[in-house]
């Protein structure tokens, strides 16, 4: 008989926006969920179970592991932030329910599979690499010894089997939507920069970017696009403007939904014959004939990874896009009237106090419509791991305070953890507090009721959150 699996994004922390989706898992500045999307597709491929997202449902660890009492087999899907009390879950699991199986899955485990085990003695296995089958044949009783990509212990020693192979039939994968519309509320998810409410969803794994600190195509995806086919896309998203008409806005989450310009643009045309509204994450070196087919058939708006403002960071980091090109991009997007949303990362290897004021002074002149300022993060399984490591760059193991907010866990000759710590919050300044971006937030606000609450609700967050982060969490 299969087991039922519970799958479970855990309570790590209060507000963690860390299910698989959030590239730096840790609580935002505002109230931020990504959707539990790589979960979610596991549990649709496996009958009876059911999907809890703890962060957005509020539930504490005792709500969480009393919603075990009726499964076989509990699924925990761990960050390296969030590792420590995702253990603490799993021992409270199985010391309620000792029949039950735990195993956890995520590219933490993946990369630390032998740490994994040993720091948590309520583990019946942990996966590696992508878990979608390696669940389902648990799921389905395969015994362990024969089930490809997990890592066990036996007599006290550790085993790991075979690695499993990538997924190539990515259309063989059933749709996430039925799981969202059975497990989750989705007016409970938001993101800043996206209409509410939203959905996002992968339409591929894997990124042809080589960037050293990223964490997903270095650990589990890979570095090859691996794709489902336009039309599935399109039928369901067809599905999914039935399912959901309430959604204003549909989000394609992949690593880098542009990777492969033709399939975009095809893409692009269905979408726009349904006549829904979409966004989607790129690179900045998409040209402006794609951008302006994607323009036309409903994208709204673009995020895009910028890092710095400095061209030899961009380099050190293998980000493979120059400044130049990022200046390009958003001119571009401008032009055709999508909305940008930016993405930063200070303390990336070359930071000093002059490149930071450079990457302020350029997202300035770059002026996207909104930004987001991240720590950069070393986590273990990338490059920029090892480099931190090589180089005694690295400080502390922690990237994430007591209560789940962004820490510095390195530092540079010139460069203070403190310095990155503190800088993150003068960069938000220096560039919100400038007449152009407020006179655009308020615009949005005037346009609706709605927008205008919810953007008093986020300035509210977005200050308490700075001062928290100031006095209660500042870098040690
Ligand atoms: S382009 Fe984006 S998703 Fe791809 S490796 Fe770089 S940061 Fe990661």
């Not at 969030?82 to 000792?98: C, M």
């Not at 019946?124 to 212990?153: A, C, H, M, N, Q």
Request: proline residues 5%.
């Amino acid at each position: 008989m299969e087991k039922r699996a519970l799958f479970v994004n855990p309570p790590s922390y209060e507000g963690f926006d860390g299910g698989a989706g959030s590239r730096y898992q840790a609580k935002r500045e505002v109230l931020s969920f990504w959707y539990p999307t790589w979960l979610a597709q596991t549990s649709a491929l496996c009958k009876g179970s059911r999907l809890i997202d703890t962060p957005p449902q509020e539930m504490s660890p005792d709500d969480t592991v009393r919603a075990g009492k009726d499964f076989d087999l509990v699924v925990i899907y761990t960050s390296t932030p969030g590792y420590k009390n995702d253990a603490r879950l799993a021992e409270h699991f199985k010391a309620v329910y000792p029949e039950i199986m735990v195993g956890m899955v995520g590219p933490h485990c993946t990369v630390l599979p032998e740490e994994s085990l040993l720091q948590c003695k309520a583990l019946d296995f942990v996966t590696r690499g992508e878990f979608d089958y390696t669940i389902l044949d648990i799921v389905r009783g395969k015994p362990l010894s024969e089930v490809e990509g997990i890592s066990y212990l036996k007599n006290g020693k550790v085993i790991h089997n075979r690695d499993r192979s990538l997924i190539e039939d990515m259309d063989a994968l059933p749709s996430v939507l039925d799981v969202y519309k059975r497990d989750l509320s989705i007016e409970k998810y938001f993101i800043g920069y996206l209409l509410h409410p939203y959905i996002s969803v992968y339409t591929g794994r894997g990124c042809p970017g080589q960037c050293t600190f990223c964490l997903w195509p270095q650990t589990i995806a890979g570095h090859r696009y691996r794709t489902r086919s336009v039309k599935n896309v399109i039928d369901e998203m067809a599905r999914a403007k039935e399912m959901f008409p309430e959604v204003k806005e549909f989000f394609f989450d992949d690593d880098t939904f542009t990777a492969n310009l033709k399939r975009v643009e095809e893409i692009s045309k269905g979408l726009g014959a349904l006549g829904i509204t979409w966004s989607c994450s790129s690179r900045a070196n998409v040209p402006e004939k794609t951008l302006a087919v994607m323009r036309k058939n409903g994208l709204r708006c673009i995020m895009v990874g910028i890092e710095s403002g400095d061209d030899t960071i961009l380099k050190n980091v293998k980000k493979g896009i120059t400044t130049a090109q990022a200046m390009k991009f958003i001119k571009t997007c401008r032009k055709l009237g999508i909305v940008t949303h930016a993405t930063f990362c200070l303390g990336l290897p070359g930071e000093t106090k002059e490149t930071i004021h450079k990457t302020i002074e350029f997202a300035k002149r770059l002026d996207p419509d909104t930004l987001q300022v991240s720590i950069a993060s070393p986590y273990p399984g990338t490059e920029f791991y090892r480099e931190a490591k090589e180089k005694g760059w690295l400080k502390k193991d922690s990237l994430v305070s007591e209560s789940g907010i962004q820490q510095v866990a390195i530092e540079y000759d010139d460069l203070s953890g403190e310095e990155i710590f503190n800088a993150v919050e003068v960069f938000y300044n220096k560039f919100y507090l400038r007449p152009r971006p407020i006179l655009r937030i308020v615009k949005t606000m005037i346009k609706d009721k709605e927008t205008c609450k919810r953007r008093l609700r986020e300035a509210k967050e977005f200050f308490s959150f700075m001062y928290k982060r100031k006095t209660n969490d500042r870098c040690a």
